[in-house]
C-alpha cells in the first residue's frame, strides 16, 4: 500500500488475526505502528506498488508472507493467508490462498 487505506479498512473491524502491511513508504510503515493489529513491513523499492494496468506485485505478496513468518503469524507447514491489495489508482482487491 501506498497509504494504508485497505490496511485500515481491514482492521477497523479488528480481525482475530494480525495483518502485515507491506508499503514502500516509511511514513506509512511509522503510521500503522498506531493502528489495531497492522504489522509493518517496509519494502523501500517501489516494486511492492502494484500497477492498474500489470497487476503484479514485484514481490510484495512474498515479502508479506515472509515477515509473517518470520513474526510467526504463519504456522510452520503454511497456513490460510488473506492478501488485501491497493493498485496504484486506489482500487482494492482481496484474495485468500494457503501459504507453504
Known amino acids: 500500500t501506498t497509504d494504508g487505506e485497505g490496511s485500515r479498512l481491514v482492521t477497523k473491524y479488528r480481525p482475530p488475526i494480525p495483518v502485515v502491511v507491506v508499503t514502500p513508504t516509511a511514513a506509512v510503515a511509522k503510521h500503522c505502528n498506531g493502528h489495531f493489529g497492522q504489522y509493518p513491513c517496509l519494502m523501500e523499492d517501489a516494486s ?27 504456522p510452520e507447514g503454511g497456513g490460510d493467508v488473506v492478501v488485501v491489495a491497493e493498485d496504484d489508482q486506489g482500487r482494492i482487491g482481496m484474495s485468500f490462498f494457503r501459504a507453504t
Open 48 to 74: 511492492c506498488i502494484i500497477s492498474s494496468t500489470s497487476f503484479k506485485a514485484g514481490g510484495a505478496v512474498e515479502r508479506g508472507i515472509k515477515t509473517g513468518k518470520d513474526l510467526g503469524f504463519v
